[in-house]
């Protein structure tokens, strides 16, 4: 069992930067792949950003590309999204993921087997 809470979401304006962490619980943090899922209001969940566990390979969604970076630090049993360029479209509540297989970065929900709570970001022109 694997708890996801998430931190650093808040408001900012067009332009701007925030990071998000989702700090796990348990000692195999390293063992899961780690996402980050964003769902805007009457939208579907979309994935944003994936790691994986030795945290040597990531992938993006085309719309974060160049603005966006995922990160992990295993011994502190985090993840981090720094979010860069900022746009009103960015907005969102944004969750972190882990997926038992480490090596696979999934890029949709089903993917991964424990989920965060979220934390709101919201982009203002």
């Known amino acids: 069992q694997v708890q996801l809470v998430e931190s650093g979401g808040g408001l900012v304006q067009a332009g701007g930067s925030l990071r998000l962490s989702c700090a796990a619980s348990?000692?195999?943090?390293?063992?899961?792949?780690m996402g980050w899922f964003r769902q805007a209001p009457g939208k579907e969940r979309e994935f944003v950003a994936g790691?994986?566990?030795?945290?040597?390979?990531?992938v993006y969604a085309d719309s974060v590309k160049g603005r966006f970076t995922i990160s992990r630090d295993n011994a502190k049993n985090t993840v981090y999204l720094q979010m860069n360029s900022l746009k009103p479209e960015d907005t969102a509540v944004y969750s972190c993921?882990?997926?038992?297989?480490?090596?696979?970065?999934?890029?949709?929900?089903?993917?991964?087997?424990?989920w965060g709570q979220g934390t709101q970001v919201t982009v203002s022109l």
């Open positions: 993921a882990a997926g038992r297989r480490s090596f696979v970065i999934g890029q949709t929900p089903r993917s991964y087997d424990y």
């Open positions: 348990g000692r195999t943090f390293s063992s899961y792949a």
């Open positions: 790691i994986t566990g030795s945290g040597v390979t990531n």
